[in-house]
């Protein structure tokens, strides 16, 4: 059986008396999109902060393509391939949708940071944050101010800026929030796409992507997942239902 890509072993996370993460175990395959989802206050954020080394987790490890990356900090997680996406977009507003990407670029490719202006006058960089804008569907949107994008489009500048660092495995937090149908509808597409690229943990309540696009589903309750497994065996997990979906009936399109 193939390593995994992202491994997952007995993490915790305490805050004060609170448990957040209680010895988390999962797994990500090479090519999967892998959702985890929850109640609020499961621990979703907590867990991802852990993963991408923005939160110390007080006990397990984390494994990336076989190397233990639990002690290490955000940045070289960043340069092995791990990359992340905010609840809140995290973007500079007074830059353009370009200089964002070229910034990360930048940092990717381990340049001194001269600061701003070299982002800006050097071709590569300028090459690369326009092909990831134009990869998310927003190449026509490259010189105008964060500030002035819809909320949807902040949300696929963002995916633009993780690309930009040549991930392995894209963490998503919750990218639809806040999207409205059509915008739903079109992350949903790209998130697809992507897939063929990149692998994908995605945190999300919206149900009907979730169960779109997912190979696997976690769910995360209190601290704990309490099932794994294929979208309609958890679909079908009475335990699931009690914690978290209820009576919702998730009515998924293909195509």
């Known amino acids: 059986m193939a390593e995994p890509l992202l491994r997952v072993d007995n993490l915790v996370r305490r805050f004060g008396g609170i448990v957040a993460t209680d010895h988390v175990c999962l797994d990500v ?7 985890i989802i929850g109640p609020n206050g499961a621990g979703k954020t907590t867990l991802i902060s852990q993963l991408t080394g923005h939160l110390a987790p007080h006990g397990g490890s984390v494994y990336l393509a076989g190397r233990d990356i639990t002690a290490m900090p955000a940045y070289r997680r960043c340069a092995l391939g791990l990359a992340r996406s ?46 990831a804008l134009a990869r998310v569907g927003i190449g026509h949107r490259a010189d105008a101010l964060v500030a002035r994008l819809s909320h949807g489009e902040q949300r696929q ?15 998503l937090d919750e990218p639809m929030a806040g ?46 997942i309490i099932a794994s497994g294929a979208p ?14 209820g ?9």
């Open 232 to 245: 309609d065996a958890i679909r079908a997990n009475e335990e699931v239902r009690r914690a978290y979906l």
């Open 247 to 255: 009576d919702q009936h998730v009515v998924v399109k293909h195509g």
């Open 29 to 35: 395959a090479k090519g999967e999109i892998h959702a």
């Open 157 to 171: 500048l963002e995916l633009a800026v993780a690309l930009a660092t040549r991930p392995q495995l894209l963490l």
């Open 86 to 131: 905010f609840q809140i977009t995290s973007l500079l507003p007074d830059f353009t949708a370009a200089d964002n990407v070229a910034l990360a670029a930048q940092a990717q490719a381990g340049s001194s940071f001269r600061f701003f202006g070299n982002a800006r006058k050097e071709r590569g960089l300028r090459d690369a944050a326009h092909a």
């Open 179 to 224: 999207l409205g149908v059509t915008e739903s509808a079109a992350m949903v597409k790209l998130l697809a796409e992507l897939r063929r690229e990149v692998s994908i943990v995605l945190v999300e309540h919206d149900m009907e992507a979730v169960f779109a696009l997912a190979d696997r589903i976690s769910v995360l309750v209190y601290g704990r």
